[in-house]
């Protein structure tokens, strides 16, 4: 078990490395993927399986789901489109593809090793987990909330087209 954590480690550390040197924010996406299922596996290594359930369903599920929309809500141009398409090539998928299998083949070795006391779980209650967010640390939970609508929001005044805007009332000014 020692050894899948390690693994793990180094794919999680090896993909977010190439979630902030990827130049392509698709790209950077696929390799955010994989650094969160990367982490999931190390909660499930340490003993957490319902933290790594958490780890797969908000984060490479929701969160990558927003971002896609941030994506789609900037309106990419015609050229913008094209230029993407030549930057979809199968040697792009070698990276994300290698480091999932490599994931991949530790979650096999996990749930066929004979020794699955290794593996100390303690079962984790939804509620419990709730209580725990919106008890003691909903400070936390309502400023990432806030610092994600602040993301978005900052994503579509950079990402918007640059139009002149003139008050009506400065219209009858500059004619």
Request: hydrophobic share 60%; proline share 3%; no cysteine.
């Given at each position: 078990m ?37 982490i ?65 083949a ?30 003691p ?5 309502e ?9 978005i ?10 139009k ?12």
């Amino acid at each position: 078990m020692e050894l899948t954590f390690y693994l793990a480690a180094a794919v999680a550390i090896i993909a977010t490395i190439l979630v902030v040197t990827q130049y392509n924010l698709i790209h950077a996406l696929l390799y955010l993927v994989v650094s969160f299922m990367a982490i999931a596996v190390v909660f499930f290594t340490l003993g957490a399986p319902f933290m790594a359930a958490l780890e797969i369903i908000i984060y490479a599920g929701a969160i990558v789901v927003l971002i896609i929309f941030v994506i789609m809500m900037l309106n990419l141009t015609h050229e913008d489109v094209q230029h993407e398409k030549e930057w979809l090539k199968p040697s792009v998928w070698i990276g994300p593809a290698l480091l999932s299998l490599i994931l991949l083949a530790e979650l096999a070795y996990i749930f066929m090793a004979s020794e699955t006391s290794a593996v100390a779980t303690q079962p984790v209650e939804a509620k419990a987990v709730g209580m725990a967010l919106f008890g003691p640390y909903v400070l936390g939970v309502e400023l990432s909330g806030m610092l994600l609508m602040a993301g978005i929001v900052g994503a579509y005044h950079l990402g918007r087209q640059k139009k002149k805007i003139v008050h009506r009332f400065l219209e009858r000014t500059e004619a």
